[in-house]
Structures are given as structure tokens and as C-alpha cells.
């Protein structure tokens, strides 16, 4: 079986950087097709790049609409066979025009444990809810903001002297542990959603 990504990316590209080691180093047995970018200056452009990936830039400017924006974005991804969308650090919500080409073949990754702290900064949701875990969570992608079934988490812990930034890195290291173990189970494994439910059978 084929087993090519896509990554979406919007900036500095670490998970990207995560999953590229763990596929050169055996941990994920998978190929990058391809790395889109919706901005021009994301570093973790320059990661696919020195990798040896594809590279596209893709800026949601340059599009009339958010339909015609994900049909190219779409058009981009068939034309490669990739089978499985992996966003990481995609600053974008996706519609339907998007998330119906590849129903429960996109993933996300988010620096909480939903369904707590969705949507932006949620490590600072985390410090100020005073919670005393957080962590990383991949899921499926639906077309509500980081809503979709569960494929794996992660748990750190919160101490009372975390700042947004250490509590950022103390996540930011299960997610680039998580995210290469969470798609190489996706890929290897037979599963079905069930209800909210990600079930592997
Ligand atoms: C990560 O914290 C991820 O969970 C969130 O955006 C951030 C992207 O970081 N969705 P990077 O671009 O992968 O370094």
C-alpha cells in the first residue's frame, strides 16, 4: 500500500521536523509528498527543503474564497496520492470542500488535552484555568475547530511557576513524540469511529 503524506503547515514546522526524523530514522513508515504552506516565510519551509520534500506555497490571499482556496489545496494533495492529510501548525480552519475530499484521512495536532483549551493559545488557557495537567492531543479532523475523535494524547504536567513559554516546550516535546506514533498507527492499524470515538480494532 501507498503510504504518502501531506503536511500543512503555517510556521516554524517543528512537528514537521518531528515526523521527518522519525520516518529517517525507521520510526514511521511513511513518505512526505509533499509540504504545503499558506505562508510564504514558515521555516518550516526550509526543513522540507534541506529534506529534500516538495515544497508549495499556497497564500489564502490569493484565493476569492475559502472553496476555491481548498479545492487547489485539495488538487495539490490528489495529484501527489497522498492518503493522509497531516496538519501541523495550520493556521487555517477547514470547510467541507476540504474535509469531504478526505473524510477521517486529515489529522491535527493541538497543545491541549481536548476537548479542553481548543483554538488558539491554548497553552496560556491551560496557566489560566490554573489546570494541573495539559498536554498534546492528535485527532481526527471534522470541520469544527480542534474537535474531531481522539487518535492519542499525551500528559504533562503544570507547576506553579510555569510561564506560557516553559509549559509551551514541556508540551511541545510529547507532541513531536506523539504525532510520528500517532500517524504510523493510523496508517498501520484497521480502526473506525464510532459515535466521538476513534476505535482500533
Ligand atoms: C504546535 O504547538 C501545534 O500543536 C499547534 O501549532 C504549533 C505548531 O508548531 N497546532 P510547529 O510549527 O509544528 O513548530
Redesign the pocket.
Known amino acids: 500500500m501507498q503510504r504518502n503524506i501531506g503536511v500543512l503547515?503555517?510556521?516554524?514546522?517543528?512537528?514537521?521536523q518531528a515526523i521527518i526524523d522519525a520516518i529517517g530514522d525507521g520510526r514511521l513508515d511513511a513518505r512526505i509528498a509533499l509540504v504545503i504552506s499558506n505562508r510564504p516565510d514558515a521555516y518550516?519551509l526550509e526543513r522540507a527543503r534541506q529534506a529534500g520534500i516538495e515544497t508549495l506555497v499556497r497564500d489564502h490571499k490569493a484565493w476569492p474564497s475559502r472553496e476555491a482556496y481548498e479545492a487547489v489545496l485539495v488538487e495539490d494533495l490528489r495529484a501527489r496520492n497522498v492518503q493522509l492529510v497531516c496538519?501541523?501548525?495550520f493556521m487555517r480552519l477547514l470547510g467541507a470542500t476540504f474535509v469531504d475530499a478526505f473524510p477521517t484521512r486529515i489529522l491535527?495536532?493541538?497543545?491541549a488535552l481536548l476537548p479542553s483549551f481548543p483554538g488558539l493559545h491554548a497553552q496560556r488557557q491551560a496557566l489560566e484555568h490554573g489546570v494541573k495537567f495539559s498536554g498534546?492531543t492528535v485527532h481526527v479532523v471534522d470541520t469544527n475547530l480542534d474537535a474531531g475523535p481522539i487518535v492519542m494524547q499525551a500528559v504533562v504536567p503544570v507547576f506553579t511557576d510555569d510561564t506560557e513559554d516553559s509549559l509551551?516546550a514541556r508540551?511541545?516535546a510529547e507532541?513531536h513524540r506523539i504525532y510520528p506514533e500517532a500517524i504510523q498507527r493510523v496508517l498501520d492499524r484497521e480502526w473506525r469511529i464510532d459515535g466521538r470515538r476513534l476505535v482500533f480494532g
Do not use: D, M, T, V
Not at 503547515?9 to 514537521?16: D, E, P, Q, V
Not at 491535527?108 to 497543545?111: A, Q, S, Y
Open positions: 503547515i503555517s510556521g516554524r514546522g517543528s512537528n514537521l518550516g496538519l501541523a501548525g491535527n495536532i493541538h497543545p498534546a509551551s508540551i511541545l507532541e
